[in-house]
């Protein structure tokens, strides 16, 4: 049981530092964006240091996607934030995944996930080898 002078006080107090919370929050929001941005910069620095055959904007593209704070997705998992080689493929290969295969139009027509990847790899593959060595395959 709170007494209600005691109650009064702390919500006194608790509104007497709104303000200052508010501040705090807009700041901290801002110092993420500014940090989101920086990252996704670095993110994108990365897929073309990777993968330098990459369109800069595809890189730029991908790093935005993948690095979505909250999102769940690999840039933003403890090996995307390290920039770690293995889960910046795996961004630029979830992005050739989704936007040049028939990969979501497969899984939407029943195939299991493991089936419709194998029935792409081949041409996840070869772009990922196009835009590592630069030779065109016209796949």
């Known amino acids: 049981m709170v007494?209600?002078?005691?109650?009064?006080?702390?919500?006194?107090?608790?509104?007497?530092?709104?303000?200052?919370?508010?501040r705090r929050r807009a700041r901290d929001a801002r110092r993420r964006e500014a940090e989101d941005v920086r990252f996704t910069e670095a993110f994108a620095r990365e897929i073309s240091r990777l993968f330098p055959h990459c369109p800069p904007g595809r890189a730029r593209a991908i790093a935005a996607h993948a690095s979505v704070r909250g999102s769940g997705r690999v840039g933003r998992?403890?090996?995307?934030?390290?920039?770690?080689e293995t889960a910046v493929t795996a961004a630029v290969r979830a992005s050739v995944r989704h936007t040049e295969t028939p990969y979501d139009q497969l899984l939407m027509s029943g195939v299991p996930r493991y089936e419709a990847r194998r029935r792409i790899a081949a041409v996840v593959d070869t772009r990922l080898w196009e835009w590592r060595e630069g030779v065109a395959t016209g796949a």
Do not use: K, N, T, V
């Not at 998992?77 to 770690?84: D, E, N, V, W, Y």
């Open 3 to 22: 007494e209600e002078a005691a109650l009064a006080l702390a919500e006194e107090r608790c509104l007497a530092d709104a303000e200052a919370r508010r």
């Open 77 to 84: 998992s403890s090996a995307g934030r390290a920039l770690s």
